[in-house]
């Protein structure tokens, strides 16, 4: 019988690369009419395989698969651990909400205590900092790099009451580490670095989402690797943190035994926490309010693939984005374009670099263009034109998200102090009003660059 079930197994994983190598025929690009997506999912038949051999194995909630993705990515990017979640946002949420456990004594976050963060970019960065009972405070975005202006950092410290920095790399950029990681050292602060847009990012030669104390990601199909859906916290260095991220993530249970493993602590029945009992069962203890947010395994196992293929994904990302400079270059009359971090220029050679700064290469989430006030167009006008040539482009997100209704009715509701501003938002402002982004992934080959390249030209009659 067990040779007829390895049989089967090789029969049905064979004709699964069988049936994806005959329905992936590409099919002929027709400018204007084929749609050239900002970004999308990159795969083969590796990820379909693997999504099946897990789905055969029928072990549906996180298990083998997830415990060794989780091990493979963390090595990849050097932290002490890497926990898997179902998105980037709920990554968020709770990396956030682990810095308010108890169990990090006087350091928790604590109801009213506040959070620095940039004002433009993804909602779901600053949310869970409002859902977890603390207070945003925005400072705002240089438009060229997209990322925070570290120089306001100070005017929005509060001792006693600011208690970390969360904030995201804007579009695969790093923002300015340097300064923060100094920033937040000296005042004692929490960092949580918004990893999601920015997989295989380099500051100075390390990988962004090392750097602070935790780290997000996200595995939504327009980001660097996918598994559907699809998240993770990583754990830099303090290993307390693992034990909160995980509690929070599953349920708030005290217990750590991985899942269809009991008793890893040899002290199932001995605990006494709480009011409860003394030897009440472990794995029913529970020290904090959570959430039940693991992907499935088979997702762990199509992301494990796409692991392997992540290095050459980061490299077309980069050569799209050095293409798009290169064909739009001649624009820069009526288009800023992003700079990385510490870059003080780009030419026909490449990026110009600040003296002392780090070097920045950023694993570009998108390509990222502003209009200048003498362009003869509006960016509505530039995105519809995209829009007509079937070219996919996005604001920056949420855009400036104090204007969105969201914050507007919470600031109503808490007559001003559900959140804080400091300074003008004139940068978060513009990003707002003028800016657009292209794709970078690796699905464009070169017939679709230019084709974007030669349309936005024709935009502006060049």
């Known amino acids: 019988m067990s040779d ?12 699964t690369r069988e049936l994806i190598s005959l329905r992936e025929v590409p099919k002929p690009f027709v400018p204007g009419q084929t749609v050239v997506p900002y970004a999308g999912r990159v795969f083969d038949a590796d990820e379909v395989e693997a999504g ?14 997830g415990q060794a993705f989780e091990k ?11 926990i898997l979640v179902n998105s980037g946002s709920s990554a968020n949420l709770v990396a956030m909400a682990a810095l308010t456990s108890h169990k990090l004594g006087e350091r928790r976050i604590l109801p009213g205590d506040e959070v620095i963060t940039v004002a433009a970019g993804f909602p779901t960065t600053v949310a869970p900092i409002i859902q977890c009972g603390a207070v945003p405070v925005f400072i705002d975005n240089d438009p060229i790099t997209g990322n925070a202006r570290v120089d306001r950092l ?8 600011t208690k970390a920095v969360m904030m995201a790399h804007t579009l695969g950029n790093p923002f300015d580490l340097d300064e923060v990681v100094r920033f937040c050292e000296e005042k004692g602060l929490w960092l949580i670095e918004d990893n999601c847009d920015s997989l295989g990012s380099l500051y100075g ?10 780290a997000t990601q996200s595995f939504y199909p327009p980001h660097h690797l996918t598994l559907g859906e699809g998240g993770a916290v990583h754990v830099v260095r303090e290993p307390l943190l693992k034990v909160v991220v995980e509690s929070i993530r599953d349920w708030g249970r005290d217990c750590w035994c991985p899942s269809g493993q009991d008793n890893t602590c040899k002290r199932r029945f001995e605990w006494q926490l709480g009011e409860l009992p003394q030897g009440y069962d472990h794995k029913y203890i529970y020290s904090h309010l959570g959430y039940n947010l693991k992907p499935l395994d088979p997702q762990a196992a199509i992301g494990r693939q796409q692991l392997k293929k992540l290095p050459g994904f980061i490299q077309a990302r980069i050569n799209n984005w050095d293409y798009l400079r290169t064909g739009l270059a001649d624009l820069e009359d009526v288009l800023d374009f992003t700079l990385p971090t510490h870059a003080s220029g780009w030419g026909a050679s490449g990026f110009h670099w600040s003296q002392g700064k780090p070097e920045v290469v950023p694993s570009w989430f998108g390509f990222m263009m502003l209009l200048k006030p003498n362009a003869s167009i509006t960016r509505t006008g530039l995105a ?8 996919g482009n996005r604001m920056l997100f949420g855009g400036n998200l ?55 030209r024709k935009v502006f009659h060049r």
């Open 205 to 214: 030669g390390r990988y962004t989402g090392t750097f602070g104390d935790l």
């Open 384 to 391: 519809q034109a995209l829009d007509d040539a079937k070219i």
């Open 154 to 161: 100070e005017a929005a410290y509060i001792p006693g009451r």
């Open 52 to 65: 099946v051999a897990s789905m055969l194995d029928f072990w549906l909630t996180l298990g083998p698969e």
């Open 4 to 15: 007829r079930i390895a049989q089967l197994r090789r029969e049905i994983l064979e004709r």
């Open 402 to 456: 104090v204007r969105q209704p969201a914050f507007v009715q919470l600031n109503k509701d808490t007559k001003g102090t559900g959140f804080r501003v400091v300074g003008g938002l004139k940068g978060a402002d513009r990003i707002m009003n003028d800016s657009l982004f292209i794709g970078t992934y690796p699905g464009l080959d070169q017939e679709k660059l230019d084709f974007m390249v030669k349309t936005i």
């Open 72 to 82: 493979e990515l963390a090595s990849l990017l050097g932290v002490s651990r890497t």
